[in-house]
């Protein structure tokens, strides 16, 4: 199994890069092959594509002409990424005219997109193409006995017209199957389908910071152990920030949120400090510790 692989720009130039090193570690270990795509634009997270969409959509289809002349699916470890390429996917694809006219554009590099190329996030692919059966065979160390609060991220579920829900519903609920196949209970809340508050960052850092505790003490609440994330962005707000949302409601928070590779490599036998925890503002020790790692 190999794909073309766009980690994204947060993962390796802002604040997570641990989140680049675990994947890679978790598709070794499950021999998944990632074909970088190191040319590859920034998908221009939902800014650029609401200055300027012509432009957004050409930066993406030269991104999938890229995977396509490898002969590769594209595979994100980012939901924002994720989010961006469905949509920028959906209208070319639907669109002939517009996708001629982009095609146009990236004629003058050579370059050129069919409007056919398959994207998924890592998440989607160990659901729909690896498989929970023999994501299940590949546990080392099962996290048994681990209540793990899902936190989806916003790009991952809207707007469900572009991410495919009507082919693909379990796409809904992956993030849980994908926990209980690791061994770990997956906890409900209502704040797993919500914002972050990343997108006020820097805007009003106060509501951003009141929607990280709201979300993190209901996970505590519920009685969740840790949250788990496949986004990168959500990860650095309800991590990061984690710290200002418990001033704010004169509690000590402490609810650790790890990214889902970091997970999923727990669950394969990967060594603690091989998964980039020293990282994260909010420890996990409490985690590593119940696992009795």
Not at 32 to 40: H, M, Q
Not at 149 to 160: E, I, K, Q, V
Not at 268 to 277: E, M, T
Request: proline share 5%; glycine share 8%.
């Amino acid at each position: 199994m190999k794909f073309a692989y766009w980690p994204g720009c947060s993962v390796p130039r802002q604040g997570t890069p641990e989140l680049r090193i675990t994947a890679a570690a978790v598709c070794d270990k499950l021999g998944i092959e990632l074909e970088d795509l190191s040319l590859a634009p920034c998908t221009g997270s939902g800014i650029l594509q609401a200055r300027d969409l012509v432009y957004a959509d050409t930066l993406n289809a030269s991104t999938f002409a890229m995977a396509e002349d490898m002969g590769l699916s594209l595979m994100t470890i980012c939901s924002t990424c994720q989010g961006v390429f469905s949509q920028a996917r959906k209208r070319l694809k639907d669109k002939p005219d517009y996708l001629a006219q982009i095609n146009e554009t990236l004629a003058e590099q050579g370059m050129k997109y069919s409007g056919n190329l398959e994207v998924k996030h890592l998440l989607w692919v160990l659901v729909e193409d690896y498989g929970l059966a023999e994501v299940k065979k590949a546990v080392a160390s099962s996290l048994t006995g681990l209540r793990v609060a899902p936190f989806y991220g916003c790009y991952l579920l809207r707007p469900s017209a572009a991410l495919g829900f009507d082919e693909h519903p379990e796409r809904r609920t992956c993030l849980e199957s994908l926990i209980e196949a690791l061994g770990a209970e997956a906890v409900d809340f209502r704040g797993k389908t919500l914002c972050c508050g990343y997108p006020l960052v820097g805007v009003n850092d106060e509501n951003s910071a009141a929607m990280v505790g709201t979300h993190t003490l209901e996970a505590k609440e519920k009685g969740a152990d840790c949250m788990v994330t496949p986004c990168p962005l959500c990860h650095m707000n309800l991590d990061g920030v984690q710290p200002q949302a418990g001033e704010q409601r004169d509690t000590r928070i402490n609810m650790p949120v790890l990214h889902l590779t970091q997970l999923i490599g727990l669950a394969l036998g990967i060594d603690p400090p091989d998964l980039g925890f020293d990282r994260h503002t909010v420890q996990v020790k409490s985690v590593l510790d119940k696992l009795g790692l």
